[in-house]
Each structure stands twice: as C-alpha cells, then as structure tokens.
C-alpha cells in the first residue's frame, strides 16, 4: 500500500479558505506522527487500521489547487505525495505553491527532500534522504540537520 496518491480516491478532509498551508500542514504532520502506514495490510484489523490512517494523513486545500497527503511508512520512511487538481480535473504543476507546502510539511529538513518517482503521472512523491532517516521523530521538529 506504499502507492502514491491518487487525487480522485483521496478519504481525507477538504480545506476551505480559513485553513492555511501551515495550519494544514501541522495537523497532517500531528496525524502522520501518529501511526504508520502497513504494508500488505489488505484485510481485517490492519486494512482498517491503515484506512483510517490514509484518511488522517490526506488532505484536499481548495484555495491551492493541492490534494496532498503526508505519511510515514512500516519502514519508518516520511514521505509527501502533491497533486494540483480542480474540479474540472488536474492542473499544472505550481512550484512556488509546492516549495511552499514542501517547507511547511518538512520544515528545516526540506533541504534533505528528494522527489522520487511516482506511479501515477500527475502525483509528485517527496521523501526524506536516508541521511536525514535515521531520526524517526516527525519532520519539521525543533532540531538541526544532520
């Protein structure tokens, strides 16, 4: 279940123009540090558990376009998944809205951020660098890099 994101299956809450970026951002992070995603949890009490999680950590902000959703995997891997998408479809890549919710969801380990290739086309998926990993405590805490 370590897939990316697909916008139109996306469970998580939509966000109207009184939740900013960085209001959104803390509550996936609180939400991501919460639980984990399982792997192979396709039945029972982990697929639920795991689908309540995909519903906590995925998030759509209409004033930006962004579906996004913010996870930590069984491997103890943070990773980001964006998506720019309207009602009428998906919308072209925004870097400068996408640097922004980078840094909001990562905070100062956004230089320690790779993107790395995603199943679908439309999805961007963004990871913390092994180097950075080995911290398992929630992106964007109070620390310095390493």
């Not at 809450?13 to 396709?42: C, E, H, P, S």
């Not at 951020?113 to 963004?126: G, H, M, P, Q």
Request: charged share 25%; with cysteine; glycine share 6%.
């Amino acid at each position: 279940m370590d897939t990316a994101l697909d916008p139109r299956l996306l469970v998580g809450r939509i966000f109207q123009d009184d939740w900013t970026i960085a209001n959104v951002a803390k509550l996936l992070r609180f939400n991501a540090g919460q639980g984990m995603l399982r792997a192979n949890a396709v039945s029972g009490a982990a697929a639920e558990m795991n689908q309540d999680y995909l519903r906590k950590t995925s998030a759509r902000h209409l004033p930006t376009g962004v579906t996004v959703a913010f996870r930590r995997t069984g491997a103890m891997r943070w990773h980001a998944d964006l998506c720019f998408a309207g009602r009428e479809g998906y919308l072209p890549w925004n870097e400068h809205v996408a640097e922004e919710w980078l840094i909001a969801l990562f905070g100062i380990e956004r230089p320690f951020i790779r993107e790395i290739t995603s199943d679908l086309a439309f999805v961007r998926r963004f990871e913390l660098t092994d180097a950075i990993q080995a911290d398992k405590s929630a992106p964007g805490a109070d620390r310095t890099p390493s």
